[in-house]
Structure formats: structure tokens, C-alpha cells
């Protein structure tokens, strides 16, 4: 979804730029700049939480009466998670502009020469000739990521296999094209023709993503899509957030599933021989959710606190006991501003 038509929508329906600020949980500033054009390339997650707003207004009904996001351990189905989602979300396909290199200095289409161009240690995807740009993950991400090649990688190795497990950063070019060029997090290529140079040259047989809130859309719906067409036999997301694993047996004759992982989940391409255990997980993943309630909890004290302060202050100063707030800063800047001439 372009600018354009996220600003065709908002007048269409009546949207304020706060009420967006509101809903994407973004500065009001930010959704000022991009919508008057200040900001010319405005950032991929900040499109990707503006498209998320426009895309998600049509469900904004169920969701309200919806308890959302379901939490492993309360009495809703884990299978109803996604019922409340968009069924279909185009992916925002902004151009990594800030990558400096010559050949990234208009806005696409990308092809993978681009690609590899890009500056060493500058992590991004291109999918369907538009670049987007990889924030580096999360510890908790990446422990998840270890664990599960880990017990993939053990099995292999145990019974002499002859499919090869990696990790992300790997580069696969999907569609045997120029246009798209992905970076999965945990992979599994069982075809050794597919090794090419440094790349993986067409689907892999297996493929993990492990969701964060700058991928998660990206990773469920154009991602997801894109596996199924070029071939990946089974594909399997993990969403740390809510605990929840959302396996796609594409080359199977089975329905996707979703899990709390309390239980262990068999790997199809090895025939149900590996059980992958989510024992470790489950407790980083409890560990994480305690310590973002934390930080949240001691957010929401420090607003109250500053609330009471400024409270106070403004009590004393309609009681002439102090300067108003504002005339004092305004004192203490002159002073300082005084003091270093």
C-alpha cells in the first residue's frame, strides 16, 4: 500500500492524523511529517504500522469484542488467534533507501545485482524487486532461532542425513529470479543441486521464522504466500509474543495447526521421526513476557509520579508560593545562558 493511498483512505473515511497516531501507537509528529510529505522515506516499520491501520479497519468490529491477543494458558483456542487477522495484507514495498550505494538511489524495481551490492553488515530482503530493510533481532529471537537449528541440525548429524540445516543470515534466491532474495531464519535444503556458490538456488524443504513486530506481517501473509508457490514443503512461525506456534504442512495432506508448544511438534520432511521439544522456549519466552511487563509496569509508575509532581507544582504556583513552572525555566535558562558568556 503506497502513501498515496493510505492518504486516499484517510479522507475517505474521516481519519484525523491523531487518531492514527492513536492507533498505530506512533509520535504525532511522525504521522504528520509522512502524510504532509515532510518525511520523504519514511522508515519500513512505520509503513508497515500505518498499512496495518487501513488494512485492519474492516475487522476493527470483531476485534473490539475479541479477546485479543490470545495468551497460552486463558480458556481461548489457540486455533482462534488469527481468526480476528486481515485474511490477505499487501506487504508495504518501500524501498531501502538509506543503504548510500549508487545503485539503491531511485526507488526500484530491485534486482538481486542490487542486492549484493548493499554495504557489508546491512541486513535486508528483496521480495518481488522491492528491498526491505532487517532490524536486528532480539536475544530472545535469536536463542529461539539457536534452539530449534540446534535439535534440527542434532538429528541430521545423528543419522547421518544427507539435508543440510543453516541459519539465517543465508540467502535464498525463492523464485530462481532476480526479483526476490530471502533470508529465512532456520532452513532446511535436502536437494544438494540447490547450493550455488554461496546461495540457496530455490525452496528449501523446511523453512522457521521466528516473528517480531517489525516482520510479523510480513512473515504471515507475503512471506508465507510466497513459500507455499515456490515449493517449501513445510513452514512453521513461532510468535514469542503470545506463545504460539503456527505450523503450514504445504507439501502434506494436512491442515495448518496452531500450538501452545506445551507439546512437542513433529518435523514432516523427516517423516515424524524428529519431535522438535519447546521445553527451553517456553520458559525464554515466559522470562521475556515478565520482564516487558516490567518495564511497562515501571513506565506507567514514572508517568504517574511526573503527573503527581507537575500536580503539585502547579498547585504551589497558584498559590503564589512559586514561580509558575514555565517562568521558572525560562530563569534557570537566562541564568545558565548568562553564566557562559
Known amino acids: ?101 549508487s545503485a539503491l538511489t531511485n526507488p526500484g524495481p530491485f534486482t538481486v545485482e542490487d542486492y549484493y551490492r548493499l554495504p557489508h553488515g546491512e541486513r535486508a530482503e528483496l521480495i518481488d524487486g522491492q528491498l526491505i530493510y532487517m532490524e536486528a533481532p532480539s536475544w530472545t529471537h535469536q536463542l529461539i532461532v539457536g534452539e530449534i537449528y540446534r535439535q534440527i541440525a542434532n538429528f541430521i548429524y545423528d543419522h547421518d542425513g544427507s539435508c543440510m540445516p543453516a541459519v539465517s543470515p543465508v540467502s535464498v534466491q525463492l523464485d530462481r529470479d532476480d526479483k526476490t532474495m530471502v533470508q529465512p531464519d532456520v532452513l532446511v535444503v535436502c536437494d544438494p543441486e540447490k547450493f550455488e556458490g554461496r546461495d540457496v538456488f530455490g525452496a528449501p524443504d523446511f523453512i522457521l521464522e521466528v516473528l517480531s513486530p517489525t516482520t510479523e506481517k510480513k512473515d504471515i501473509y507475503t512471506k508465507s504466500e510466497k513459500y507455499q508457490k515456490a515449493g517449501v514443503r513445510e513452514y512453521w512461525m513461532i510468535d514469542p509474543v503470545n506463545g504460539i506456534l503456527d505450523v503450514r504442512p504445504y507439501g502434506f495432506p494436512e491442515e495448518p495447526s496452531f500450538s501452545d508448544m506445551t507439546r512437542p511438534e513433529p518435523l514432516r520432511i523427516f517423516g515424524r521421526a524428529l519431535f522438535v521439544d519447546f521445553q527451553r522456549i517456553v520458559q525464554w519466552i515466559e522470562k521475556d513476557r515478565q520482564y516487558r511487563e516490567n518495564q511497562e509496569n515501571g513506565s506507567v509508575r514514572m508517568r504517574h509520579e511526573l503527573r503527581n509532581v507537575l500536580s503539585e507544582s502547579e498547585k504551589d504556583a497558584e498559590a503564589g508560593r512559586i514561580a509558575p513552572v514555565k517562568e521558572t525555566f525560562e530563569a534557570l535558562r537566562k541564568e545558565l545562558s548568562e553564566s557562559n558568556e
Open 1 to 101: 500500500m503506497t502513501i498515496d493511498e493510505m492518504k486516499k483512505l484517510k479522507k475517505e473515511r474521516g481519519l484525523t492524523n491523531a487518531m492514527i497516531a492513536e492507533m498505530t501507537s506512533l509520535p504525532l509528529s511522525t504521522v504528520q511529517k509522512v502524510f504532509t510529505g515532510e518525511t520523504k522515506h519514511p522508515r519500513y516499520a512505520t509503513l508497515a504500522a500505518l498499512e496495518d491501520v487501513f488494512h485492519s479497519l474492516d475487522v476493527r468490529i470483531l476485534r473490539e469484542n475479541t479477546d485479543l491477543p490470545w495468551y497460552r494458558g486463558q480458556e481461548k483456542k489457540a486455533e482462534n488467534y488469527y481468526d480476528y487477522r486481515p485474511m490477505r495484507a499487501q506487504m508495504v514495498a518501500e524501498p531501502a533507501w538509506n543503504y548510500g550505494t
